[in-house]
């Protein structure tokens, strides 16, 4: 087999399996399944440790600024 | 194996099973994994559909998703070191394929081509905003307010983006402060909005007001506001726990701030020019603020477009009225419409959206195609929506061919603004900014909730799904009206409770009996898929 024809066989096939594992991973849900169980858990987890600001004890500068 | 049945699973193959309750039927409910709504795997829905799902909404939005982000960000690092910082984008933004899942479940050929492309858009303009956020924020920038900075205007949701189109030739962006972090949130994934309305209630504030004041506020209490902005405009939205939830932001955002009102009663010619009023001050506030003035040419350019955009709504409301021929289901219908009238014209996304939604409406119309062939009754949903199941219309189509033409939301913003002189213009400013979400016809007054009657007619529907919004004084106050008034004009109704962005005061699993005992008790109805009567989708996003 001439090497053209050699590289589109390989591409095809390359292209094949890509497709086959798109498919793979869109029917049975797993991007849906990866997102639930593993990074979601792990962001609630960061957001959840996260230092937050406590903006109540910022104070009310109801004088601040020019009245609009 | 028998010979008929090779039949059935070769025709089941190629075409997708049948939507019927009968044996052999589609049996969408036992797709799911029990409580979290994920899916054992997605429907087979013929080859072609199947494929065309896969190509062009599953993978084409993936890709979108990345190359929007490449479109509208100034450096993608930001939108990374946004994911990490808040809450709102990591938790809600990544599962939005779901949302579509959720969405367009059961969905064939036109209706799941065209409702795919209202979520295409929503989605491509929630980008946009969230890159604007992070393009912005000085958090994300070691404190630096950069020209993004100094040319974005916060307001707060319900002020509708057409307010700030005579600056955007200047440069100028509105950002709605809570549109990404509270409303579309809640569509996406119903679990981050939770930690904002327990944060407003640990400082001891009252759980009772609407829910969705509270999540307003909680997104400051919690610090989860991006600093994207040297002002701030705030507005009372449609009542009197938003006036709260501005106070609050005043105090939290610590920024020159202007109130921009809602009327509550808008009918009055005085209240209408004391609104025009409003909004010139605000035009002014900006102004100062901004040192642009306001540009006559910019603000008739995105008018001109959001025009089109609404005649083009028109044109599809006259095939949803008058025919079986219009392909965007409930859902689809409702979000796309209250997303882009309250955004506004700050890209092409919503008219690209809409002339595909047209092509593939015309082909319906002209190849005589009926994209929800199961319906039963053509149902109008009034008043506001649950929006943690704002996906109940997909499966009431699914489950009992109930098939939702039009809802209040899509309804709100039912006019054209004038462009051939500033008196005019400003004239229809004043009504389209009175117009307001939760305002129109919901809070807005009694003659204007009864407009329901009017449009039932106009599209020809036969029954209603009424909204009850659990915490909405307003809304609970006419309950009983409606109440007298299905029962005088001898109409079919049914109530769906809920508590708007809440998922735990009523889950959609109560939301799905009460619908089912509706069309038991009083339809006396089969359902069309009785895997999805009932199933446990508590955790579901």
């Known amino acids: 087999m001439c090497k053209i024809g050699k590289f589109f066989l390989k591409l095809f096939g390359v292209l094949f399996a890509v497709n086959a594992l798109l498919f793979v991973v869109f029917f049975f849900d797993l991007d849906g399944k990866l997102l639930f169980n593993v990074v979601e858990p792990f962001l609630k987890k960061h957001y959840d440790d996260m230092e937050r600001k406590d903006v109540i004890k910022q104070p009310y500068d109801m004088n601040k600024f020019p009245k609009y | 194996?028998?010979?008929?049945?090779?039949?059935?699973?070769?025709?089941?193959?190629?075409?997708?099973?049948?939507?019927?309750?009968?044996?052999?039927?589609?049996?969408?409910?036992?797709?799911?994994?029990?409580?979290?709504?994920?899916?054992?795997?997605?429907?087979?829905?013929?080859?072609?559909?199947?494929?065309?799902?896969?190509?062009?909404?599953?993978?084409?939005?993936?890709?979108?998703?990345?190359?929007?982000?490449?479109?509208?960000?100034?450096?993608?690092?930001?939108?990374?070191?946004?994911?990490?910082?808040?809450?709102?984008?990591?938790?809600?933004?990544?599962?939005?394929?779901?949302?579509?899942?959720?969405?367009?479940?059961?969905?064939?050929?036109?209706?799941?081509?065209?409702?795919?492309?209202?979520?295409?858009?929503?989605?491509?303009?929630?980008?946009?905003?969230?890159?604007?956020?992070?393009?912005?924020?000085?958090?994300?920038?070691?404190?630096?307010?950069?020209?993004?900075?100094?040319?974005?205007?916060?307001?707060?949701?319900?002020?509708?983006?057409?307010?700030?189109?005579?600056?955007?030739?200047?440069?100028?962006?509105?950002?709605?402060?809570?549109?990404?972090?509270?409303?579309?949130?809640?569509h996406v994934n119903s679990h981050t909005v939770l930690n904002y309305i327990d944060a407003v209630q640990s400082l001891g504030l009252p759980g009772d007001p609407c829910p969705m004041c509270q999540a307003e506020a909680g997104i400051f209490v919690l610090d989860d506001v991006p600093d994207s902005s040297p002002m701030v405009i705030t507005c009372n939205e449609a009542c009197d726990a938003s006036v709260s939830t501005s106070t609050l932001q005043d105090w939290f955002a610590d920024k020159p701030l202007f109130a921009l009102p809602i009327p509550m009663q808008f009918d009055d010619p005085l209240v209408k020019k004391y609104c025009m009023k409003e909004i010139e001050d605000c035009w002014k506030f900006i102004e100062e603020q901004t040192g642009s003035p306001f540009s006559w040419e910019s603000m008739v350019k995105r008018l001109e477009k959001q025009n089109k955009l609404q005649r083009d709504e028109w044109e599809k409301w006259e095939v949803a009225s008058k025919t079986d021929y219009y392909p965007i289901n409930g859902v689809a219908q409702a979000l796309f419409r209250i997303f882009s009238t309250q955004y506004g014209i700050q890209g092409d996304f919503w008219d690209e959206a809409s002339e595909k939604v047209k092509?593939?409406?015309?082909?319906?119309?002209?190849?005589?195609?009926?994209?929800?062939?199961?319906?039963?009754?053509?149902?109008?949903?009034?008043?506001?929506?649950?929006?943690?199941?704002?996906?109940?219309?997909?499966?009431?189509?699914?489950?009992?061919?109930?098939?939702?033409?039009?809802?209040?939301?899509?309804?709100?913003?039912?006019?054209?603004?004038?462009?051939?002189?500033?008196?005019?213009?400003?004239?229809?400013?004043?009504?389209?900014?009175?117009?307001?979400?939760?305002?129109?016809?919901?809070?807005?007054?009694?003659?204007?909730?009864?407009?329901?009657?009017?449009?039932?007619?106009?599209?020809?529907?036969?029954?209603?799904?009424?909204?009850?919004?659990?915490?909405?004084?307003?809304?609970?106050?006419?309950?009983?009206?409606?109440?007298?008034?299905?029962?005088?004009?001898?109409?079919?109704?049914?109530?769906?409770?809920?508590?708007?962005?809440?998922?735990?005061?009523?889950?959609?699993?109560?939301?799905?009996?009460?619908?089912?005992?509706?069309?038991?008790?009083?339809?006396?109805?089969?359902?069309?898929?009785?895997?999805l009567l009932d199933f446990d989708d508590s955790m579901t996003w």
Not at chain 2, 460 to 467: E, G, I, S, T
């Open chain 2, 359 to 531: 092509k593939i409406m015309y082909k319906c119309v002209e190849k005589k195609i009926k994209p929800f062939p199961k319906t039963r009754h053509r149902v109008i949903a009034w008043s506001c929506a649950p929006l943690y199941f704002s996906n109940w219309c997909t499966w009431a189509y699914n489950c009992w061919g109930l098939n939702c033409i039009i809802n209040m939301d899509s309804l709100m913003f039912d006019m054209e603004i004038r462009t051939d002189s500033y008196e005019h213009m400003l004239e229809d400013m004043a009504t389209y900014h009175m117009w307001a979400p939760m305002r129109r016809m919901a809070v807005g007054g009694m003659h204007h909730i009864f407009e329901l009657w009017e449009y039932m007619e106009r599209f020809n529907c036969d029954m209603v799904a009424m909204y009850d919004q659990l915490q909405c004084k307003g809304m609970q106050g006419v309950h009983g009206l409606f109440e007298d008034e299905f029962r005088k004009r001898d109409i079919k109704a049914f109530w769906i409770p809920h508590a708007l962005p809440d998922c735990r005061t009523v889950s959609r699993a109560e939301i799905r009996r009460q619908i089912n005992d509706y069309m038991t008790t009083v339809m006396h109805e089969e359902p069309l898929d009785p895997s």
């Open chain 2, 1 to 186: 194996m028998a010979k008929k049945d090779i039949k059935k699973a070769l025709k089941d193959f190629w075409f997708g099973k049948p939507h019927s309750g009968e044996e052999g039927g589609r049996r969408l409910g036992e797709l799911y994994e029990d409580k979290t709504g994920l899916l054992k795997h997605r429907e087979w829905r013929g080859v072609k559909d199947t494929f065309y799902y896969m190509y062009m909404i599953w993978g084409y939005n993936y890709v979108h998703m990345v190359t929007d982000i490449l479109k509208y960000s100034n450096n993608p690092i930001d939108f990374f070191k946004g994911t990490w910082r808040y809450r709102w984008m990591g938790q809600t933004y990544l599962p939005v394929i779901h949302w579509f899942e959720r969405g367009l479940q059961g969905m064939r050929g036109e209706a799941l081509a065209a409702s795919a492309w209202h979520y295409r858009a929503m989605v491509s303009a929630s980008i946009q905003q969230i890159c604007n956020f992070f393009n912005a924020d000085t958090r994300l920038h070691g404190g630096k307010q950069n020209d993004a900075y100094r040319h974005t205007i916060y307001a707060n949701e319900t002020t509708c983006g057409t307010m700030f189109y005579p600056f955007m030739d200047a440069g100028y962006r509105y950002l709605p402060i809570e549109m990404i972090p509270y409303f579309v949130t809640c």
